[in-house]
């Protein structure tokens, strides 16, 4: 089973940007399609950004629309989330799923990472 790592989290202002990076062990990491979350303080987990197993199809929340780019990189078993333009209410913990589809539903994701800290001052 893949096991998922999140990193490049951090502090940015308001209209800057992070990338996020969420490694992967295990030879089966294309058989996978990635999803990124994020849950706020006070909030529950919402759904960010999902990437297909050929990272062909993308999928993402109203709220990051053309703000935000997820990629993957089958050969690095690694998953991107550029994210540009950052706002406050970006702020939270940002996870990165492993499943079988990139759906919006958490409980369709097997695998979880740790989460890494995005914190966006006005």
């Known amino acids: 089973q893949v096991q998922v790592v999140e990193s490049g989290g951090g502090l940015v202002q308001a209209g800057g940007s992070l990338r996020l990076s969420c490694a992967a062990s295990?030879?089966?990491?294309?058989?996978?399609?990635m999803g990124w979350f994020r849950q706020a303080p006070g909030k529950e987990r919402e759904f960010v950004a999902g990437i297909s197993r050929s990272g062909d199809s993308t999928y993402y929340a109203d709220s990051v629309k053309g703000r935000f780019t997820a990629s993957r990189g089958n050969a690095k078993n690694t998953v991107y989330l550029q994210m540009n333009s950052l706002k406050p209410e970006d702020t939270a913990v940002y996870y990165c799923a492993a499943g079988f589809s990139p759906t919006i539903r958490g409980s369709d994701y097997a695998t979880w990472g740790q989460g890494t800290q995005v914190t966006v001052s006005s």
């Open positions: 295990g030879r089966t990491f294309s058989t996978y399609a």
